[in-house]
């Protein structure tokens, strides 16, 4: 979303704030690389929370959920973001009803 907002720019803000997530946790992120659609290596990054024996990853996800939230309520539409929210709140639910299990 961003990208079609800012184009190329977005690449920088993201990559930025990728670089600030793996300085404040290393344990998690350190190493990994975001795909062209900021995605992380799914193996890549649960060898890390693994390997690392990290208990507070869902920290560290919370941190970069946070960062990529406030750029993006800076950077787009009211509208979009709203809409943007609503999906991630749906998500988060669903991982919760998944860890009551």
């Not at 344990?27 to 995605?39: I, K, Q, R, S």
């Amino acid at each position: 979303m961003l990208r079609l907002e800012i184009g190329d720019l977005a690449v920088n803000h993201v990559k930025k704030i990728f670089r600030q997530c793996s300085t404040r946790f290393p344990f998690v992120f350190d190493g990994l690389h975001a795909n062209e659609f900021g995605e992380f290596n799914e193996s890549s990054l649960v060898a890390n929370i693994r390997g690392n024996l990290y208990e507070e990853y869902r920290d560290a996800f919370e941190y970069l959920l946070t960062q990529e939230k406030d750029l993006m309520v800076s950077i787009l539409d009211k509208k979009i973001v709203g809409g943007i929210e609503a999906g991630l709140k749906r998500i988060e639910q669903r991982q919760q009803s998944r860890d009551q299990v």
